[in-house]
């Protein structure tokens, strides 16, 4: 006890010591400044509610549904409009290849998927792409999330290389992966499955660790066993969070699938894009990246409506 | 009191000490000393500090003492288990339960006594197997299986109508108020129908109309049933309207101040409140307490 003590009064005395005399100056000159105010002689302050108090923020929270999907809609026409006068613009200027118009880009979506089937062969591809990756990693996903909360060594071992991998873009190890895997699908599957699977396993972990120490305390006292703890509490708590790790992967399947199909391939919507873009057939690129985002969107919602469905209780 | 049950729980002599880094280790308990006995209803009283909960913690097999022991009939208390239900301040309701599956969870593990049959081969039917107990004697065959779903739905339904939740038994927990969840968690832990209820300062968290109202409601079924309780908190006047027996307690470091058989006839009221009695008891026990937080610094600021 007592060698702490004068551990910490050596150390008090050594920061005194590297103290710089400005910055003590400084400190000094604050202290003086809060003890030269007069209290007793300050006046009060002005009492002018009734005349200026603050201007509220509008409150939208009664705000029906169908306004807000009024705007959605007023918003996207806004930028279609947008685009289709830079079109115009462009077009006027002799620069076809810049920017297609809207309609070039219906006319687009009317060839490659009405007028023939290109656009479902490339769309059939990236979805089963998607699907392998995107299961492959909630499968592994999820008991990762789990054992990393649960256990610390775990958590300890595995840690280093999220962090790493969180920072680095998918695209920048496309080379690496065609190196090792070669050009086949199983390079587009792996892809995705790293983006997918980090994202998830990072929600699961913050769901398990979010659980209520109560809820756990409470089981053990209608004496439930670790088992019965980890089916009949623990999973439920973390129901939600695994849902929302579901989302998250799809956003992360959908913004990766991209990059996965840079790993050499004639088939997809992203090579599509890429191969379209290359070509300088902006109308095709276009069309692919609203479809890609479309889809999406499809998807996101799709799991947003199951989810509200099986968390009623939340 | 006159007529003492057997002793329940028995707190021997325990101490806990949580470590503090970097400085002096917190005594929570400094030689807690106490017996629990049948139909009992303790109060604890005392400041904030007191160790209050880690003696609830104790008892409840949360925390073990770091000295001394505390028993149930005699055996140590190892863990937590379903002789001891717990009431917690935060209800600790399962929110993806409904009401009703939240109480029926109370009756998931536990098990209880049947006769035990067996089919007569000569005849076909089921008949009750006869065993000798220690002293020779022939007696009915038990055995011990778990409630059936059928036989927990009543229990359930049972402990919902006593706190009367009955029209709320299939909302979830989001949905009803504070006052509502702490009767769920009454129910549930009526439910368990364990030897022993540690209630956690229950109340603690509602207003003061609610917590009246389920006061007298946990006096009516303490009333009825006579089930050990062992009841925490910080309200004086709360724990002279329940108990029949309050522990005051002292903080830094916590030990039994003082005890009190509380005199007071049962069924009570909030009526009882009036009582010239019911504030001598609550004059003193103030008294008690309120020195406490001047000589312990709460109040004195250091």
Same mark, same amino acid.
């Given at each position: 006890m007592k060698d702490k003590v004068s551990f910490k009064d050596k150390m008090k005395a050594f920061k005194e010591k590297i103290t710089p005399k400005f910055v003590k100056d400084y400190y000094q000159k604050k202290e003086d400044e809060i003890a030269a105010v007069d209290l007793i002689n300050l006046s009060k302050p002005v009492n002018d509610v009734a005349t200026s108090g603050p201007k509220k923020m509008k409150d939208f929270s009664l705000w029906p549904g169908w306004k807000s999907a009024l705007v959605g809609v007023a918003g996207v026409i806004f930028v279609i409009i947008i685009w289709w006068i830079y079109a115009a613009v462009c077009e006027a200027a002799g620069k076809t290849s810049f920017l297609s118009s809207p309609i070039a880009v219906c006319e687009a979506f009317y060839n490659q998927a009405i007028? *023939? *089937?290109?656009?479902?062969?490339?769309?059939?591809? *990236?979805?089963?792409?998607?699907?392998? #990756?995107?299961?492959?990693?909630l499968v592994a996903a999820i008991p990762v999330g789990f054992l990393m909360a649960w256990y610390k060594p775990v958590r300890a071992f595995l840690d280093p290389f999220i962090q790493f991998l969180r920072c680095v873009p998918p695209i920048a190890y496309v080379p690496v992966v065609v190196a090792l895997f070669g050009t086949n699908e199983s390079s587009k599957y792996f892809i995705i499955f790293l983006a997918v699977f980090l994202t998830m396993a990072v929600t699961i972990y913050q769901g398990v660790k979010n659980v209520d120490l109560t809820l756990v305390k409470a089981a053990y006292t209608f004496g439930a066993r670790d088992r019965n703890l980890f089916m009949g509490v623990v999973v439920p708590s973390a129901f939600p969070f695994i849902l929302t790790a579901m989302r998250l992967g799809v956003g992360a399947a959908m913004t990766t699938l991209v990059a996965s199909e840079l790993t050499g391939t004639a088939y997809g919507l992203g090579a599509f894009i890429n191969s379209q873009g290359g070509q300088l057939a902006m109308d095709n690129c276009i069309? #692919?990246?609203?479809?890609?985002?479309?889809? #999406?969107i499809v998807f996101d919602k799709g799991l947003l409506a199951f989810e509200k469905r099986v968390t009623r209780w939340k | 009191m006159e007529n003492k049950g057997k002793v329940v729980i028995k707190i021997d002599n325990v101490k806990k000490i949580y470590p503090v880094e970097n400085g002096d280790d917190v005594i929570a308990l400094n030689g807690v000393n106490l017996e629990i006995r049948e139909n009992e209803f303790i109060c604890v009283v005392g400041p904030s500090g007191c160790g209050k909960t880690t003696l609830l913690n104790i008892i409840g097999g949360l925390e073990q003492p770091t000295e001394g022991q505390a028993t149930i009939h005699g055996r140590p208390i190892l863990g937590p288990g379903p002789d001891r239900g717990i009431i917690f301040q935060q209800y600790a309701l399962f929110p993806w339960l409904t009401v009703k599956k939240n109480v029926m969870y109370a009756t998931k593990f536990i098990k209880h006594e049947v006769p035990l049959m067996e089919k007569n081969p000569e005849t076909g039917e089921m008949e009750q197997v006869y065993t000798t107990n220690e002293n020779g004697e022939k007696v009915p065959a038990m055995k011990k299986v778990k409630y059936t779903k059928a036989e927990r739905e009543a229990i359930a339904r049972k402990?919902?109508?006593?706190?009367?939740?009955?029209? +709320?038994?299939?909302? $979830?927990?989001? !949905?009803?108020?504070?006052?509502?969840?702490?009767?769920?968690?009454?129910?549930?832990? $009526?439910?368990?129908?364990? !030897?022993?209820?540690?209630?956690? !300062?229950? +109340?603690?968290?509602?207003d003061a109309q609610t917590r009246s109202q389920l006061q007298e409601d946990l006096l009516r079924t303490w009333e009825k049933e006579r089930k050990t309780c062992f009841f925490i908190t910080h309200d004086v006047d709360e724990c002279v309207l329940l108990a029949s027996r309050v522990i005051i307690m002292s903080a830094r470091p916590g030990q039994v101040k003082e005890v009190i058989d509380i005199d007071l006839p049962y069924p009570r009221s909030q009526a009882t409140k009036l009582d010239p009695k019911f504030q001598e008891y609550r004059n003193h026990i103030w008294d008690v307490v309120y020195k406490m937080y001047v000589s312990s610094g709460s109040i004195n600021n250091k």
């Open positions: 007028a *023939s *089937s290109n656009l479902w062969t490339h769309l059939w591809y *990236s979805l089963q792409r998607i699907i392998v #990756g995107y299961l492959i990693a069309m #692919g990246i609203l479809v890609l985002g479309i889809f #999406g | 402990y919902i109508d006593m706190v009367q939740l009955s029209a +709320f038994a299939n909302k $979830y927990p989001k !949905e009803l108020s504070g006052g509502m969840k702490q009767r769920v968690a009454i129910a549930r832990g $009526y439910a368990l129908n364990s !030897e022993v209820l540690l209630l956690d !300062e229950p +109340f603690g968290a509602l």
